[in-house]
């Protein structure tokens, strides 16, 4: 009887393991967008995009402003430091975090 119980405790605890571990390889994989800093700016500028689920390494990914990819100086699973295309007009923008996974909802970002 002891053994059965040893045997299920542990077969409970290794369950356990696995579903934290998977929960903390990303879950849904859905980056998020939680804000940008600062939310306008002038061309050639540097923005922050604060959120989740970016993924550590940048890959393939990109950031957008209304559908255009824009230059990447960091990237992390929480953090991306973009520039601000030279060529933007001043103007409402939205920004996308696109992954292999998933696109970010968007935040809107104002080029002065």
Same mark, same amino acid.
């Given at each position: 009887?002891?053994?059965?119980?040893?045997?299920?405790?542990?077969?409970?605890?290794?369950?356990?393991?696995?579903?934290?571990?998977?929960?903390?390889?990303?879950?849904?994989?859905?980056?998020? +967008?939680? #804000? +940008?800093?600062?939310?306008?700016? /002038?061309?050639?500028?540097?923005?922050?995009?604060?959120?989740?689920?970016?993924?550590?390494?940048?890959?393939? #990914?990109?950031?957008?402003? #209304?559908?255009?990819?824009?230059?990447?100086?960091?990237?992390?699973?929480?953090? +991306?430091?973009?520039?601000?295309? #030279?060529?933007?007009? @001043?103007?409402?923008?939205?920004? =996308?975090?696109?992954?292999? =996974?998933?696109?970010?909802?968007?935040? @809107?970002?104002?080029? /002065?």
């Amino acid at each position: 009887m002891r053994r059965r119980l040893a045997f299920l405790f542990l077969v409970m605890v290794g369950l356990f393991v696995i579903l934290i571990l998977a929960a903390g390889c990303g879950g849904s994989g859905k980056p998020m +967008i939680n #804000s +940008i800093s600062p939310a306008e700016g /002038k061309p050639m500028s540097e923005v922050i995009i604060f959120g989740s689920g970016f993924g550590r390494k940048k890959g393939m #990914s990109v950031v957008q402003f #209304s559908g255009n990819a824009v230059g990447v100086k960091v990237w992390s699973d929480t953090k +991306i430091v973009a520039t601000v295309p #030279s060529d933007m007009k @001043p103007g409402l923008y939205t920004v =996308t975090v696109v992954t292999d =996974t998933a696109t970010s909802p968007s935040l @809107p970002f104002k080029v /002065k």
